[in-house]
């Protein structure tokens, strides 16, 4: 059998049994009921018993992709745990806490990748504080990668990777999870830092898909900056598992692309059919009046990457721009390989970093046609203030880098999703 069916089948079955293993509450079966489903697999549906299982599904009514999720799924029916969790930096020191929701079996996932019970010495009591700390594990550092250390990155241009750029785009992504006012007004407490000397143009906040942009002109990059966060980060999990699991949105194709260039139906949507598609370039638009020689930065986490990926299509092909260089942090897959590589020629230069065993850059699954952009930056934490970041091959899915963590395709961590150079996060519960 060829590896990738192996792989397909293999995957299959962990989400059968993970499906099949759920504990069901009330809530879900009234749920059920009411939309007249069977609310679970039994161990022994054979294989026609779960299609006609998963078309019920399917035949729904259309709706918003992030409402298209298996009914156990759906948030606050599964029984889940508050937690905090304090990412690690690579110096030792503590990120500020997020406050995470996970079922159980996705905090055991997070305890088995490096999460460690930490005194929370606000309330010693509280045992359900947790300080990501054995990141430094992670590496099975492959010797063939491009690695830069700490000191070097942050000047080595080498590749064209400008570090320097990439650890501002993340202070403004990092901003991107505060509020609109906040934004607007660059009062933000983390407006003042790294990222200060900024001006904001367009704050684009869309209630109906939850999506959050902005544009603005950064003196000491001299560019037009779009940053785009990410789903809230108490729902991130939930997120993650409708990519897993609904595969019939790679089904889109982008127009005027070639042949064959698949995305994501739910990305493209929530770009162009939100305010943020017009918006943000009508922002772009304003700008680059004011400064025509500057580039176009295109930035974002998470979702956030998938958002900046399409949007930089769009301001080179729509709006013509010429120069326009994105930097992802976290991004999920956007579409298939022929979109990946018609992407890399239409957006010169594009930079997709990935943090150790972070589990959105492994959704959706390649198994269901999902293929990742080049070029990864893959950022490895080693313990005692050691930071490795990888430049990794022009392949898009290079298997020495992040995809070498992730088991049958799937990565683990959510904690190193919540920390890219800055911590892209609203640290919960703390202010902006
Ligand atoms: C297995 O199949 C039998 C016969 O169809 C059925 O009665 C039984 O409930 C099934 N087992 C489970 C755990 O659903
Ligand atoms: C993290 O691990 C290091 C080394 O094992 C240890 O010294 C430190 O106390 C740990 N920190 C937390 C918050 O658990
Ligand atoms: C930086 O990049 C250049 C060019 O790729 C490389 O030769 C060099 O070893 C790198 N490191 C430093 C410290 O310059
Ligand atoms: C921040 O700026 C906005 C817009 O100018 C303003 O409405 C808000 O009151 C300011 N907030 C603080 C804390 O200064
Ligand atoms: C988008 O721009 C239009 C026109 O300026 C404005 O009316 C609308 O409120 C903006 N939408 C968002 C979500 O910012
Ligand atoms: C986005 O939507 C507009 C109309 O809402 C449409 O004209 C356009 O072709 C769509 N696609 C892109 C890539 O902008
Ligand atoms: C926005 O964030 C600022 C700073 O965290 C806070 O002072 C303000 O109350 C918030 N405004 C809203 C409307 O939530």
Redesign the pocket.
């Known amino acids: 059998m060829r590896p990738a069916i192996t792989e397909a089948l293999l995957a299959v079955l962990v989400c059968l049994v993970v499906g099949a293993n759920g504990a069901t509450t009330a809530a879900q079966h009234r749920l059920a009921a009411d939309r007249g489903l069977r609310l679970d697999s039994s161990p022994n549906d054979t294989a026609a018993d779960l299609a006609a299982w998963r078309a019920q599904f399917e035949a729904l009514p259309p709706s918003p992709w992030w409402q298209r999720f298996w009914p156990w799924r759906q948030p606050g029916l599964e029984p889940q745990h508050l937690v905090r969790v304090a990412p690690?930096r690579p110096d030792?020191g503590?990120a500020a806490p997020a406050e995470l929701r996970l079922p159980a079996a996705a905090l055991e996932a997070e305890l088995g990748a490096g999460l460690?019970p930490?005194v929370n010495a606000a309330d010693p009591r509280d045992d359900s504080f947790y300080?990501y700390?054995s990141s430094a594990m992670t590496p099975l550092v492959p010797l063939w990668l491009s690695w830069m250390t700490d000191a070097e990155r942050m000047a080595n241009r080498s590749h064209g990777l400008d570090f320097a750029v990439a650890w501002r785009l993340s202070s403004y992504v990092a901003i991107s999870y505060c509020n609109v006012s906040s934004i607007a007004g660059w009062n933000c407490t983390r407006c003042g830092g790294i990222s200060a000397d900024f001006t904001p143009e367009q704050v684009v906040f869309d209630s109906a898909w939850d999506l959050l942009g902005f544009v603005g002109y950064s003196e000491p990059l001299d560019a037009i900056v779009v940053a785009f966060r990410g789903t809230d980060s108490h729902s991130i999990y939930n997120w993650v598992q409708n990519m897993r699991t609904w595969r019939t949105d790679l089904a889109l194709g982008y127009p005027n692309a070639p042949m064959g260039a698949l995305v994501h139906g739910g990305f493209f949507t929530s770009y162009n059919s939100s305010a943020l598609a017009s918006n943000i370039t009508a922002g772009v638009t304003a700008l680059r009046r004011r400064h025509p020689g500057s580039p176009v930065y295109v930035s974002g986490h998470s979702l956030g990457g998938a958002m900046a990926t399409l949007c930089a299509l769009d301001l080179r092909l729509n709006l013509k721009m010429p120069d326009v260089r994105v930097y992802t942090f976290g991004s999920p897959r956007v579409g298939n390989l022929i979109f990946a590589q018609w992407f890399e020629g239409v957006v010169q230069v594009h930079w997709r970093f990935t943090h150790n065993r972070d589990i959105v850059p492994s959704v959706p699954p390649g198994y269901m046609g999902f293929y990742h952009v080049a070029r990864e930056v893959w950022v490895v934490d080693l313990?005692y203030g050691h930071t490795l970041v990888g430049v990794c091959d022009a392949s898009g899915e290079d298997m020495a880098c992040h995809n070498s963590m992730c088991h049958l395709g799937l990565c683990s961590s959510l904690a190193d999703h919540l920390l890219y150079l800055s911590e892209m996060y609203s640290p919960h519960p703390m202010g902006c």
């Open positions: 690690m030792g503590l460690a930490a300080a700390n313990l």
